[in-house]
C-alpha cells in the first residue's frame, strides 16, 4: 500500500497534527530560518549604522581600488569620490533593512501558518522568498559581482567581504531552495 505525504509549503497545517509533524516539517525549517536570516540582516544593518565610519571606510575602500592589483585595464574602474561611496554605502545598509523587514514579516506570517491560518502559507513562502532574493541580489549582485570582480575586491589587501558574501549567497540560496522545493510523494 502506498500513501503519499504533501510536503509542500503551498498546503495549509492540519489541525490535530502531531509534535514531531510540526517540529519536522519543512513549513517549521521554512520559518525557523527566514526569522534568523530576519534577526540576523538586521543585526547587521544596525551594526553598519552604530559603527558608520568603520563600515563607510570599507566600502570607499573597495571603490577606489587603492588596495588591490593595479593595471591600466581595470584601474579606469576605481571611484574615488568621497560622496559615491557614501551614497552606495547607504543604499546597501538600507537594502539590508529591507532584507530584514521582509524576513521579519515572513517570520510573523509563518507563525500565523503554522496555528494553521488559512492563505497565511503561502503569503509566508512568497514573503520569505522575496527577502532571500532580496539578499541573492545584495550579496552574490553586489557583493561578488559589483564589488568582488569590477571593483576587484577579492584582491583589496585592506578589504575583502568576499567570503562573508559567499556566506550570505549561501544562506539565502538554501532558503529560496527550501521554500521552493515542489510537493513530493514519499512511498509509505
Known amino acids: 500500500m502506498s500513501t503519499t505525504t504533501d510536503t509542500s509549503l503551498s ?3 492540519q489541525r490535530g497534527k502531531g509534535f514531531l509533524d510540526l517540529a519536522g516539517s519543512r ?10 536570516t530576519g534577526f540576523y540582516y538586521l543585526l547587521v544593518a544596525i551594526t553598519n549604522c552604530t559603527d558608520t565610519e568603520t563600515n563607510r571606510r570599507g566600502v570607499a575602500a573597495v ?12 584601474d579606469w574602474r576605481a571611484i574615488g569620490n568621497e560622496t559615491v561611496a557614501l551614497v552606495a554605502y547607504i543604499l546597501i545598509v538600507g537594502w539590508e533593512f529591507l532584507i530584514a523587514f521582509v524576513l521579519l ?9 503554522l496555528r494553521g491560518q488559512v492563505g497565511a502559507t503561502a503569503t509566508a513562502a512568497k514573503l520569505s522568498s522575496l527577502g532571500w532574493t532580496l539578499a ?3 550579496f552574490a549582485g553586489g557583493f561578488l559581482t559589483i564589488g568582488g570582480e569590477w571593483f576587484r575586491m577579492w584582491a583589496n589587501e585592506d578589504v575583502n567581504a568576499s567570503s562573508a558574501a559567499l556566506q550570505n549567497f549561501l544562506i539565502a540560496g538554501v ?11 514519499e512511498a509509505g
Open 63 to 74: 571603490l577606489s581600488m587603492e588596495q588591490t592589483i593595479h593595471s591600466a585595464g581595470t
Open 136 to 138: 541573492v541580489l545584495l
Open 105 to 113: 514579516a515572513a517570520a510573523v506570517v509563518w507563525v500565523r501558518a
Open 175 to 185: 532558503g529560496l531552495i527550501l521554500v521552493h522545493l515542489p510537493r513530493s510523494a
Open 27 to 36: 513549513q517549521l525549517a521554512v520559518a525557523v530560518l527566514a526569522t534568523i
Open 11 to 13: 498546503s495549509e497545517p
